[in-house]
Protein backbone atom coordinates (compact mmCIF):
# COMPACT_ATOMS: atom_id res chain seq x y z
CA UNK A 1 0.00 0.00 0.00
CA UNK A 2 3.28 2.76 0.98
CA UNK A 3 6.69 2.45 0.75
CA UNK A 4 8.92 4.56 2.66
CA UNK A 5 11.96 7.04 1.30
CA UNK A 6 14.10 3.55 1.60
CA UNK A 7 11.66 1.76 -0.83
CA UNK A 8 11.02 -0.28 1.72
CA UNK A 9 7.14 -1.42 2.62
CA UNK A 10 5.88 1.06 5.32
CA UNK A 11 2.16 -0.50 5.17
CA UNK A 12 1.26 -3.23 3.89
CA UNK A 13 -1.95 -5.22 3.34
CA UNK A 14 -2.55 -9.22 3.77
CA UNK A 15 -4.12 -12.06 3.91
CA UNK A 16 -3.22 -15.38 6.08
CA UNK A 17 -4.82 -18.42 7.19
CA UNK A 18 -4.70 -18.34 11.03
CA UNK A 19 -6.69 -20.71 13.69
CA UNK A 20 -8.69 -22.36 10.72
CA UNK A 21 -9.77 -18.87 9.15
CA UNK A 22 -8.73 -16.49 6.50
CA UNK A 23 -7.31 -13.00 8.55
CA UNK A 24 -6.90 -10.11 6.21
CA UNK A 25 -4.63 -7.44 7.81
CA UNK A 26 -3.06 -4.28 7.40
CA UNK A 27 0.55 -3.65 8.56
CA UNK A 28 2.80 -0.75 9.44
CA UNK A 29 6.37 -1.08 9.17
CA UNK A 30 9.38 0.64 10.82
CA UNK A 31 12.74 -0.26 9.30
CA UNK A 32 15.77 -0.04 11.88
CA UNK A 33 18.33 -0.99 8.98
CA UNK A 34 20.49 -2.53 9.99
CA UNK A 35 19.68 -3.72 13.28
CA UNK A 36 15.99 -4.64 12.81
CA UNK A 37 12.14 -3.86 12.03
CA UNK A 38 8.87 -3.73 13.77
CA UNK A 39 5.52 -4.17 12.87
CA UNK A 40 2.50 -3.30 14.22
CA UNK A 41 -1.52 -4.11 12.65
CA UNK A 42 -3.46 -0.74 12.01
CA UNK A 43 -6.05 -2.37 10.49
CA UNK A 44 -7.87 -6.49 9.84
CA UNK A 45 -9.42 -9.18 12.03
CA UNK A 46 -6.91 -9.29 14.90
CA UNK A 47 -7.26 -7.11 17.29
CA UNK A 48 -3.32 -7.53 18.38
CA UNK A 49 -0.31 -8.12 16.22
CA UNK A 50 2.70 -6.75 16.63
CA UNK A 51 6.42 -8.00 16.50
CA UNK A 52 9.78 -6.95 15.43
CA UNK A 53 13.10 -8.52 14.47
CA UNK A 54 16.09 -7.27 15.67
CA UNK A 55 19.87 -8.41 14.78
CA UNK A 56 22.68 -8.98 16.51
CA UNK A 57 26.62 -9.21 15.46
CA UNK A 58 27.89 -12.27 17.24
CA UNK A 59 30.90 -12.41 14.65
CA UNK A 60 32.21 -12.69 11.72
CA UNK A 61 29.17 -13.27 9.07
CA UNK A 62 27.20 -14.48 11.87
CA UNK A 63 24.18 -12.84 13.25
CA UNK A 64 21.43 -13.93 15.62
CA UNK A 65 17.78 -12.98 15.32
CA UNK A 66 15.60 -12.02 18.18
CA UNK A 67 11.95 -12.58 17.26
CA UNK A 68 8.97 -11.43 19.15
CA UNK A 69 5.67 -11.77 18.46
CA UNK A 70 1.99 -10.83 20.37
CA UNK A 71 -1.28 -11.25 18.58
CA UNK A 72 -5.01 -11.20 19.98
CA UNK A 73 -7.74 -12.11 18.05
CA UNK A 74 -11.06 -10.78 17.71
CA UNK A 75 -12.69 -14.29 18.69
CA UNK A 76 -11.97 -16.81 21.50
CA UNK A 77 -8.99 -19.33 21.28
CA UNK A 78 -8.19 -21.67 23.51
CA UNK A 79 -4.75 -21.08 25.68
CA UNK A 80 -3.07 -24.32 24.12
CA UNK A 81 -4.18 -23.42 20.83
CA UNK A 82 -3.23 -20.03 20.85
CA UNK A 83 0.61 -21.41 22.10
CA UNK A 84 0.31 -23.72 19.28
CA UNK A 85 -0.10 -21.11 16.83
CA UNK A 86 2.37 -19.14 18.08
CA UNK A 87 5.77 -21.54 18.11
CA UNK A 88 4.35 -22.78 14.40
CA UNK A 89 4.29 -18.67 13.41
CA UNK A 90 7.83 -18.21 14.84
CA UNK A 91 9.00 -21.65 13.31
CA UNK A 92 7.79 -20.81 9.82
CA UNK A 93 9.04 -16.82 10.09
CA UNK A 94 12.34 -17.64 11.34
CA UNK A 95 12.77 -20.14 8.56
CA UNK A 96 11.50 -17.80 6.21
CA UNK A 97 13.82 -15.15 6.96
CA UNK A 98 16.82 -17.32 6.97
CA UNK A 99 16.06 -18.78 3.99
CA UNK A 100 15.59 -15.06 2.05
CA UNK A 101 18.72 -13.94 3.75
CA UNK A 102 21.09 -16.81 2.52
CA UNK A 103 19.56 -15.67 -1.25
CA UNK A 104 22.77 -14.79 -3.26
CA UNK A 105 20.58 -11.61 -4.70
CA UNK A 106 19.82 -10.83 -0.94
CA UNK A 107 23.36 -11.28 -0.11
CA UNK A 108 24.08 -9.09 -2.81
CA UNK A 109 21.99 -6.06 -1.54
CA UNK A 110 23.38 -6.49 1.90
CA UNK A 111 27.08 -6.06 1.07
CA UNK A 112 28.48 -2.85 1.47
CA UNK A 113 29.48 -1.25 -1.75
CA UNK A 114 33.11 -0.91 -3.18
CA UNK A 115 33.76 3.02 -3.87
CA UNK A 116 33.64 4.09 -7.06
CA UNK A 117 36.82 5.44 -8.91
Not at 16 to 29: C, K, P
Request: aromatic fraction near 8%; proline fraction near 8%; charge should be positive.
Amino acid sequence: LETGRDGLGSLIHMKVGMFNRHLDLTLEFKHKQPTGMSWRAVGGTLKTFVGSYDFVPIGPSRTQVVYRVDLEPHFWVPGPVKAAAMHVIAKSALHKLKRYTELPSTKARMLPKAPQK
